[in-house]
């Protein structure tokens, strides 16, 4: 019976051997693989950043050079990390999240605000800036619409772009989805307006102030702290679900260049300043409250 076993014993024992050599193997070949962005440099290939075109937030220059504050935080961000081989690629704001999933860039700025919704969906950075919500409406404000409860309890009705929080946050106020028109850009917001087919249009206050200024006068910004301070969004930067190594990798180079002289001189022509700054609310906070 001994000689008969024996054989079986250390066949199982070889069999046991190799599988732990199979899971040894595995581990370290798993520790060792890299984000799908590190991959891709590695290869030498660019990192690919989307945006639309949303002034003063991010949005093409000549050649479609990445302009506005987000894209001057990211591009810092990234330069501090030793990486300055960036492709922009630039969309619609409603195609930023589904062209992130769909790997068509790495990173998205547009000065996207972190949301339950979305955050389901992508990885933000911590934190670059908090920022309010408000309206353009015609020059003088004639219908008085300074906040959402005006738009309810006016009966009017608010112009906001596809995608949008303000979508979100007129519902929550109570404005009925009849008096919610969506519309692809803020280009489209101030047409709307001006043409006399929306009362208000709803955007952030950067937003807003560039659309008055750009108007002639035909259009004017509403006071953001007129909304409640629920409306107050934080603002970060987007990363693939995978990258999770890039991006704690980038939110230590963010820690260290957030608020410092060098990243307030970059963001300064865009009207980004120090009351901006997120303070010290994380990201997991805002993903729970927002």
């Excluded at 639309?52 to 000549?62: H, I, K, S, T």
């Excluded at 929306?198 to 206050?205: E, F, I, L, R």
């Excluded at 200024?213 to 107050?232: C, H, I, M, Q, Y």
């Amino acid at each position: 019976m001994m000689f008969a076993t024996a054989p079986r014993r250390r066949i199982s024992f070889l069999a046991i051997l190799t599988m732990l050599s199979t899971f040894v193997l595995s581990g370290i070949t798993t520790a060792a693989h890299a984000d799908e962005i590190m991959d891709r440099i590695n290869s030498g290939k660019s990192i690919r950043i989307g945006f639309a075109n949303e002034v003063p937030w991010a949005y093409p220059g000549e050649n479609q050079k990445p302009l506005g504050f987000v894209n001057a935080i990211t591009m810092g961000v990234l330069k501090s990390m030793g990486y300055t081989n960036i492709e922009p690629v630039v969309t619609d704001w409603g195609g930023l999240i589904p062209g992130l999933k769909a790997n068509r860039f790495d990173v998205i700025t547009g000065g996207m605000y972190i949301m339950k919704n979305r955050c389901d969906n992508v990885n933000f950075s911590e934190p670059i800036g908090v920022f309010g919500e408000c309206f353009i409406v015609p020059k003088g404000n004639p219908k008085g619409l300074g906040s959402y409860d005006d738009i309810k309890t006016k009966n009017a009705v608010i112009v906001t772009g596809a995608g949008y929080s303000t979508i979100e946050n007129a519902k929550r106020a109570g404005v009925p989805g009849s008096h919610i028109m969506t519309v692809p850009g803020n280009s489209e917001i101030l047409a709307a307006v001006k043409a006399g087919r929306a009362d208000a249009g709803g955007m952030t206050y950067f937003s807003a102030l560039h659309l008055s200024r750009e108007s002639g006068g035909t259009v004017e910004a509403t006071d953001p702290s007129l909304n409640p301070k629920w409306t107050f969004n934080w603002v970060g930067v987007g990363f693939r679900k995978a990258d999770t190594e890039f991006l704690v990798a980038f939110n230590t180079a963010l820690k260290a260049y957030l608020g410092s002289d060098e990243m307030m001189k970059a963001v300064q022509e865009y009207g980004y300043g120090k009351s901006q700054l997120p303070g010290d609310v994380t990201t997991a906070y805002v993903c729970e409250n927002r």
